[in-house]
């Protein structure tokens, strides 16, 4: 009963190297979103997917990238890590039933820091 | 940027005791407030899906109300428990979409 699998769960980088997050569900959910948490923000939506091969920019989208070319996977991308990006970053998805959008299922999050 | 704001941030609560606090969000193009349950080093945990003005929403000792025509929602917790120390999101969704804009939470700390 796996639900929302992020990987990896703690990374550190130097400012200006690049690294993926992936992000897995096995509950079948159309919708997928990649958030960053800091401290006093709560959670803000950096992209999002609405389904297999489509993305969209949330609110702080700037220097990251999505993918998402299969159903169940949701990668987040940064090119060239600032410290700015230092966060603990949380994969969420959601599925639209009986004519209501689901709550979001949570991933267990990961802690990046740049250096 | 839509505007969802809690209050307070942050709640001392003794043991026993009862307590609840506040979401605020935009009062046009409402399709549903969700309120989520975040516990320290887990991830965030659904509590309620609102949907319409004058909902109430029951789960335990914690309940909901929802006025969608002044944009607001309370959250209640009844007879606290140190276990209910959490941090409570709450979050919009408006009619255009289907993301949702958190708020900043309100933490909670119940002291046994």
Same mark, same amino acid.
């Given at each position: 009963?796996?639900? @929302?699998?992020?990987?990896?769960?703690?990374?550190?980088?130097?400012?200006?190297?690049?690294?993926?997050?992936?992000?897995?569900?096995?509950?079948?959910?159309?919708?997928?979103?990649?958030?960053?948490?800091?401290?006093?923000?709560?959670?803000?939506?950096?992209?999002?997917? @609405?389904?297999?091969?489509?993305?969209?920019?949330?609110? @702080?989208?700037?220097?990251?990238? @999505?993918?998402?070319?299969?159903?169940?996977?949701?990668?987040?991308?940064?090119?060239?890590?600032?410290?700015?990006?230092?966060?603990?970053?949380?994969?969420?998805?959601?599925?639209?039933?009986?004519?209501?959008?689901?709550?979001?299922?949570?991933?267990?999050?990961?802690?990046?820091?740049?250096? | 940027?839509?505007?969802?704001?809690?209050?307070?941030?942050?709640?001392?609560?003794?043991?026993?005791?009862?307590?609840?606090?506040?979401?605020?969000?935009?009062?046009?193009?409402?399709?549903?407030?969700?309120?989520?349950?975040?516990?320290?080093?887990?991830?965030?945990?659904?509590?309620?899906?609102?949907?319409?003005?004058?909902?109430?929403?029951?789960?335990?000792?914690?309940?909901?109300?929802?006025?969608?025509?002044?944009?607001?929602?309370?959250?209640?917790?009844?007879?606290?428990?140190?276990?209910?120390?959490?941090?409570?999101?709450?979050?919009?969704?408006?009619?255009?979409?289907?993301?949702?804009?958190?708020?900043?939470?309100?933490?909670?700390?119940?002291?046994?």
């Amino acid at each position: 009963n796996a639900g @929302v699998t992020q990987t990896p769960k703690f990374r550190v980088l130097k400012t200006g190297q690049s690294m993926t997050l992936l992000c897995a569900q096995d509950m079948n959910h159309e919708y997928m979103y990649w958030y960053r948490q800091d401290p006093g923000m709560g959670l803000r939506l950096i992209h999002y997917s @609405v389904g297999e091969g489509t993305t969209a920019k949330g609110e @702080v989208p700037d220097g990251y990238n @999505v993918s998402r070319l299969k159903k169940q996977n949701f990668l987040l991308g940064l090119e060239s890590a600032a410290p700015s990006q230092t966060s603990v970053y949380f994969c969420a998805s959601s599925s639209y039933t009986q004519g209501l959008y689901q709550p979001q299922h949570f991933g267990d999050g990961t802690r990046l820091s740049i250096l | 940027i839509l505007n969802v704001e809690q209050s307070p941030q942050s709640l001392h609560v003794q043991e026993g005791d009862s307590t609840n606090f506040t979401c605020s969000f935009p009062s046009s193009n409402f399709y549903a407030l969700h309120w989520y349950r975040w516990e320290t080093a887990k991830s965030p945990e659904a509590l309620f899906v609102m949907t319409l003005n004058g909902d109430e929403k029951k789960k335990g000792r914690i309940s909901a109300t929802l006025n969608t025509k002044e944009g607001y929602s309370y959250l209640y917790i009844k007879g606290s428990q140190p276990e209910d120390s959490a941090t409570y999101l709450c979050a919009f969704l408006g009619a255009a979409g289907n993301k949702l804009t958190f708020g900043g939470g309100t933490r909670v700390l119940v002291k046994p």
